[in-house]
């Protein structure tokens, strides 16, 4: 059985009973997503991460979903990427083609990969100038108190070490506000070349999901969601604040072990 609550002004909790049921939860979410966005503006555009995220993502590839969601409106980032090429095994694209994109009738042009031929620098410009086309064509919205991009729904992993995309802890990475994309060269987690989405653009998003699951991560979650003292004001996954849009954690019970004084309905 699910838990579900909000708690403080860290966004939704929900806590599912065992993977298959969060993988559904996740599934129906995205589904519904897509739906309203397609409905309010005709297309719907998500980022995805890397990792164990897409795993979690499966169901969306079987019925109901790969019959009932309108795949040919979805326009497809990522919110992070390894500078690696396309069919390279840490590739975030490639692990999202495998597990996903291949299995349901996206438009292959609606796919915003980056370019793996060029620098981490390169890379993350050529892919901000991306973005800024689309929003300029209204693909991707704008947001209406920055010049941000507005992603219908951003989706992100967190790592045990509180890292969401590739922002990671104490990195100065944290602090670009003039950039919609940047790059890094020294991720502490390999591969060390990436690209990532921004602070402002996450919290631009209409919409955002944080999926996390395991023992492992609990600590972080604790201290991305609960009140601690002392606040860890550099762990990136509490630095996830959408301005004017909704946050959601889909967690498993052992992501959610050390969270303070659970209370909520069932
Ligand atoms: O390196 C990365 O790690 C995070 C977390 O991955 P997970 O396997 O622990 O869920 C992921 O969200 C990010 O996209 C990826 O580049």
Known sequence: MALSGVKNDRGELRILENLDELRTDLADYIAELSEAAVKERGVFAIALSG?????????????????TVDW???????????????????????????????????????????NDSVSAEEAADEYMFVIRQLV?????????????????????GMGPDGHIASLFPNHAVLDETDEWVTFITDSPKPPPERITFTLPVINSASNV????????????????????????????ARLVQPTKGKLVWFLDKPAASKLDNLQFSE
Do not use: Q
């Open 209 to 236: 999901a944080i999926v996390v699951t395991g023992e492992s991560k609990a600590e972080a979650v604790h201290l991305a969601i609960d009140n601690v003292e002392p606040n860890c004001p550099s762990l990136p």
């Open 51 to 67: 990792g164990s995220l897409i795993g979690l993502m499966g169901k969306l590839c079987e019925a109901p979903y790969n019959k």
């Open 136 to 156: 300029k064509t209204r693909m991707v919205s704008v947001s209406d108190i920055s010049d941000c991009p507005k992603f219908d729904l951003i989706l992100l």
């Open 72 to 114: 040919a409106k979805w326009y497809i980032f990522w919110a992070d990427e390894r500078v690696v090429a396309k069919n390279h095994s840490d590739s975030n694209y490639k692990l999202a083609k495998d597990g996903i994109l291949s299995k349901v009738p996206i438009v292959p042009s609606h796919v915003h990969s980056i």
